[in-house]
């Protein structure tokens, strides 16, 4: 199965690239490639207990990955 990788090096320490690594929403659009887009159900405003994001992926990782948009 075909596979996407990107990499980036930067200078964090683990605990900030952890934090980074589990953002959501506009943030993560920032940085994120694979994404199109990100919400929270239920009209949560952030992430916590019970809170599910609602994540679209690009149409070109779902190409990549083998499945259809």
């Known amino acids: 199965m075909p596979a996407v990788i990107a ?5 964090l320490d ?5 934090e980074l690594s589990q953002t959501t929403g506009e ?3 920032q940085w994120d490639p694979f994404i199109r887009s990100q919400h929270f159900e239920g ?3 952030h992430a916590g ?3 599910a ?3 679209v992926v690009s ?4 190409c990549l990955a083998g499945t259809s948009a």
């Open 7 to 11: 990499e980036r090096t930067v200078q």
């Open 14 to 18: 683990p605990v900030t690239a952890f």
């Open 27 to 29: 943030l993560r659009l």
């Open 43 to 45: 009209g949560a405003t």
């Open 49 to 51: 207990k019970g809170c």
């Open 53 to 55: 994001p609602d994540t």
């Open 59 to 62: 149409t070109f990782h779902m």
